[in-house]
């Protein structure tokens, strides 16, 4: 089983529906991060999470909402869809803790397409 | 700002050959820098890190990365090419916010096509 698993990988929705975007880790990692990947522009950071309680915005939060239900689970919400967030969505998890560096362990990633 | 660059899109190499996909940063303070790596359908994977110490870094694959602190770079190399190494490559660097916060900014990417 996959140590960063999203849930659904792929959707196809309708302008102004809510979608939300499920991810869940056995790492045991106390960060997590939503990031987003559209074509020649990398990954940009939309919500992370340092622990249940701590929940901050990245660059690009606008249109998005997070929950961090456990440690282990932090979800992705779009209240309204609309066409301009078609991409593929990941979710990241670290851990900065003795000899850990902070590196990020992706999940597979969730492609969703608004229509 | 905090940044970091990949300055091509596309990098193409015959297998068997040596490749570089360059990367350069601009941060406050020491750098951590990482690389990853994203096959078709799939997620990124790291490769390899920087944090202190020996400026060649060694990862996974073969691949290894040079890091030069005058010419704020990070490159990433592999001495022999294959098909298989044929991905999108992604230059990170960590950027310090406060107390022990800290978040992983991400270049553009970089697609390696190797022929055979």
């Known amino acids: 089983d996959a140590d960063v698993t999203q849930t659904p990988r792929n959707r196809i929705t309708k302008t102004g529906k809510r979608i939300m975007l499920e991810c869940s880790q056995t790492k045991g990692h106390d960060r997590m991060y939503w990031y987003r990947q559209d074509p020649g522009l990398g990954l940009r950071l939309i919500y992370y999470s340092f622990d249940v309680k701590d929940i901050n915005k990245g660059e690009i939060s606008d249109g998005y909402s997070v929950s961090r239900q456990a440690q282990a689970k932090f979800s992705l919400s779009l209240e309204s869809a609309i066409p301009n967030q078609t991409a593929l969505y990941f979710c990241?998890?670290?851990?900065?803790?003795?000899?850990?560096?902070?590196?990020?362990?992706f999940g597979e990633g969730s492609r969703l397409t608004v229509l | 700002a905090q940044s970091v660059a990949q300055p091509e899109d596309q990098v193409n190499v015959a297998e068997g050959n040596p490749l570089t996909v360059k990367c350069t940063y601009s941060v406050s303070g020491n750098p951590y820098l990482f690389w990853y790596v994203q096959y078709p359908n799939r997620g990124l994977q790291f490769l390899l890190k920087y944090i202190t110490g020996d400026n060649l870094v060694k990862g996974s694959y073969g691949f290894e990365a040079e890091f030069n602190k005058s010419q704020t770079s990070f490159h990433l190399k592999k001495p022999s090419a294959l098909v298989s190494d044929s991905a999108l490559y992604f230059c990170?660097?960590?950027?310090?916010?406060?107390?022990?916060?800290?978040?992983?900014?991400f270049g553009s990417g970089t697609r390696l096509s190797i022929r055979p």
């Open positions: 990241a998890t670290s851990d900065i803790s003795g000899t850990n560096t902070g590196e990020l362990f």
């Open positions: 990170a660097v960590r950027v310090h916010m406060y107390s022990s916060a800290s978040k992983i900014i």
